[in-house]
Nanobody
Framework: QVQLVESGGGLVQAGGSLRLSCAAS????????MAWFRQAPGKEREFVAG????????YQEDSVKGRFTISRDNAKNTVYLQMNSLKPEDTAVYYC??????????????????WGQGTQVTVSS
């Protein structure tokens, strides 16, 4: 099993920045890729960004390109999401996820077997 624990959420004004962290533990050798998803009230959970565990491939959803950056520190078994120029529409619970499935980075919720508990990000206008 793989355990994921997110941290770094909070309240920030529009235009501000936050950095989310996701620490993986357990059988981390199972992990091929990790991703960040978010879910706003009344909306479906959506893919934000993903990265292969080797860090050779990353992908960001169009609405966050140029503002959010995903990265990883394998020595710490941690993935980060640096979020800059935050907007009120970025307000959501942000979830970290991991998958043992190889191939191109997956964007579907069902492709990820392991999930964190989520961390709230609130952007005020």
């Amino acid at each position: 099993q793989v355990q994921l624990v997110e941290s770094g959420g909070g309240l920030v004004q529009a235009g501000g920045s936050l950095r989310l962290s996701c620490a993986a533990s357990g059988r981390t050798f199972y992990i091929y890729a990790m991703a960040w998803f978010r879910q706003a009230p009344g909306k479906e959970r959506e893919f934000v960004a993903g990265i292969t565990w080797g860090g050779s491939s990353t992908y960001q959803e169009d609405s966050v390109k140029g503002r959010f950056t995903i990265s990883r520190d394998n020595a710490k078994n941690t993935v980060y999401l640096q979020m800059n120029s935050l907007k009120p529409e970025d307000t959501a619970v942000y979830y970290c996820a991991a998958t043992p499935r190889g191939g191109p980075l997956k964007q579907a919720v069902g492709s990820y077997a392991y999930w964190g508990q989520g961390t709230q990000v609130t952007v005020s206008s």
